[in-house]
């Protein structure tokens, strides 16, 4: 896997990131890690980490960064989020399942970050092995699909993707 800058040319400051998500929207993923039972997803796995909403539930994701792939995106993501002793396997060129706009005022639809207004692009990813929460991840559980929190409890509304993405994932989209 190519090294991802983190100074450079290709690189911004803090201060110049956050002028820049006032300006545009920001391409970002949104990871929802699923255990599966044959081919029915058996359990939904979260992490619980601070919002702007407080400490909630959240699929794990973050923004898309200038020439990384979408596997590099959902790879960097998962393991830093996760831990390094999970598996999963990506297709090549993985195309989302789902689209979310997340807007900086609540709408009907879609997804809410008070912070900037975005393009949240979606997979459900099968995963093995060991979870050990890291990075903005404060906890991470595996969740029956009918049994799911509130939609009280999602950071982001991202309650709102649950359904969609199992619903790809059911129906062979990758």
């Not at 997803?41 to 601070?50: D, K, Q, S, T, W």
């Not at 998962?78 to 989302?96: E, K, Q, S, W, Y």
């Not at 906890?139 to 790809?168: N, S, T, Y």
């Amino acid at each position: 896997m190519p090294e991802i800058p983190t100074h450079g040319p290709e690189w911004i400051d803090d201060a110049e990131y956050h002028r820049i998500q006032t300006l545009i929207p920001i391409v970002c993923i949104d990871v929802l890690p699923v255990r599966m039972a044959g081919t029915q997803v058996a359990e939904v796995g979260l992490i619980f980490r601070p919002t702007p909403q407080g400490q909630r539930w959240c699929t794990v994701g973050g923004r898309l960064r200038h020439g990384e792939t979408f596997a590099e995106a959902i790879r960097r993501e998962l393991l830093g989020a996760l831990g390094p002793d999970i598996r999963f396997d990506l297709p090549a060129d993985p195309r989302p399942q789902y689209v979310q706009p997340y807007y900086t005022v609540p709408q009907a639809t879609g997804g809410y970050d008070s912070r900037k207004h975005s393009i949240g692009l979606s997979w459900a990813v099968p995963i093995t092995g060991t979870v050990r929460p890291d990075g903005e991840a404060l906890h991470f559980e595996w969740f029956a699909p009918g049994q799911l929190p509130g939609p009280d409890k999602f950071g982001f509304q991202q309650d709102r993707l649950i359904a969609p993405l199992l619903a790809a994932l059911e129906h062979g989209r990758s």
